[in-house]
């Protein structure tokens, strides 16, 4: 059975740091680009940062940049989210997902790219 597992949400004021784990097991991802994606309170879910297979290549939206870092350990299998300088506005849950494409040399900002998803790990910045 293929599981994402998210861990290290939680509540931290304005200007703090969080780091994100996403552990996987029932496969190797080691083939496949991840990334972080959020659904803050009543929105929808957005795309956050992604990393392909390799950890060579990262994007982020504009609202993070400079401030999150995306990276992943292939083989612990897993994929991280280091946020810095949080704010309130990052207040969502957090969801890692798998891409359904190995190797690919850039990863897909849509969601329904992705076809394994974790959870979800709450975090929550008070102003």
């Known amino acids: 059975q293929v599981q994402l597992v998210e861990s290290g949400g939680g509540l931290v004021q304005a200007g703090g740091s969080l780091r994100l784990s996403c552990a996987a097991s029932g496969r190797s991802f080691s083939r496949f680009g991840m990334g972080w994606f959020r659904q803050p309170p009543g929105k929808e879910r957005e795309l956050v940062a992604t990393i392909n297979w390799s950890g060579s290549i990262t994007y982020y939206v504009d609202s993070v940049k400079g401030r999150f870092t995306i990276s992943r350990d292939r083989a612990k299998n897993a994929l991280y989210l280091q946020m810095n300088s949080l704010k309130p506005e990052d207040t969502a849950v957090y969801y890692c997902?798998?891409?359904?494409?190995?190797?690919?040399?850039?990863?897909?900002?849509?969601?329904?790219?992705?076809?394994?998803w974790g959870q979800g790990t709450q975090v929550t910045v008070s102003s």
């Open positions: 997902a798998a891409d359904s494409t190995p190797l690919r040399a850039t990863q897909p900002s849509t969601s329904n790219e992705y076809n394994y």
